[in-house]
């Protein structure tokens, strides 16, 4: 619990923001030293505007969402592996199950189903930590949102106990080692994918990547990198959107490498 903890809460002070608000109160404890305080504080507002500046978050998001671009017709498996994340339990005041930005995981996964793709979709998932009691595993939230979306119950198989990334992997091949399956179809966020199919195909799988919930088109990548005058200007001025996607992708990259110095890829 303690390392699950640590693990989101040390991330936070290398976030952009997080990273700003340090060297800012830096910048108040070493006040009598003017040339550092100033040297801080600059520091601070160089952070901010990078991490917020269109142009630069868009070039790290394409980084990684565009190395498994989807197939034009994705391979039939065994299997399709969802990874949660983009499902949001059935606590008051929701009245049913809701799905959030990365819900077009679950969206894609009943797509590929009916396109009769795999015959079953493992969900992976455990409940959330830091949410506190009373919330259900991720997999039965995605197992209840997909039966709205038709999906036959007797099609899903859950996989309730991860809490990362790694552990969908490791759980994931402990319940289709039993079955004998190694062939999958793997379904998460565009950005998240390259962790996670290292991370499966660490486990033994032959992972067929289905990508979804892609935030940079193509039609984006042309608009904001055009020769506009306008267009640039508005592309250096910080927004709150980039600050938080910049903050994605700078997870995603801490966790390719923790996962590298741990041997897990």
């Given amino acids: 619990m303690i390392a699950f903890f640590l693990s989101k809460l040390l991330p936070l002070f290398v976030y952009p923001l997080g990273l700003a608000c340090v060297l800012l109160a830096a910048a108040l404890i070493l006040g009598r030293y003017r040339r550092v305080q100033w040297t801080l504080i600059a520091l601070s507002l160089a952070v901010l505007w990078l991490s917020g500046n269109r142009l630069a978050t868009m070039a790290a998001v394409r980084?990684?969402?565009?190395?498994?671009?989807?197939?034009?017709?994705?391979?039939?498996?065994?299997?399709?592996?969802?990874?949660?994340?983009?499902?949001?339990?059935?606590?008051?005041?929701?009245?049913?199950?809701?799905?959030?930005?990365?819900?077009?995981?679950?969206?894609?996964?009943?797509?590929?189903?009916?396109?009769?793709?795999?015959?079953?979709?493992?969900?992976?998932?455990?409940?959330?930590?830091l949410m506190g009691p009373g919330v259900m595993a991720g997999s039965q939230v995605m197992a209840e949102t997909l039966e709205l979306m038709g999906v036959p119950p007797d099609a899903l198989w859950h996989e309730p106990r991860s809490l990362n990334t790694y552990e969908n992997a490791v759980e994931s091949r402990a319940i289709l080692a039993e079955r004998g399956i190694d062939r999958i179809i793997l379904v998460t966020s565009a950005m998240h994918m390259p962790r996670a199919s290292a991370l499966f195909a660490r486990q033994g799988f032959d992972v067929i990547p289905a990508p979804t919930d892609f935030f940079l088109t193509e039609a984006d990548w042309e608009f904001y990198t055009q020769p506009s005058l306008e267009v640039q200007i508005f592309n250096l001025l910080p927004s709150a959107q980039d600050l938080e996607l910049i903050s994605n992708v700078i997870r995603e990259y801490m966790g390719i490498w923790v996962a590298r110095l741990r041997g897990q890829i």
């Fill in 63 to 129: 980084s990684l969402e565009w190395r498994y671009l989807p197939q034009a017709e994705i391979p039939a498996a065994e299997v399709i592996v969802v990874l949660g994340g983009g499902e949001r339990s059935r606590t008051p005041p929701r009245p049913i199950h809701e799905i959030n930005e990365a819900g077009d995981r679950l969206l894609y996964a009943a797509y590929l189903y009916k396109a009769g793709k795999a015959p079953h979709i493992l969900l992976s998932g455990g409940v959330p930590v």
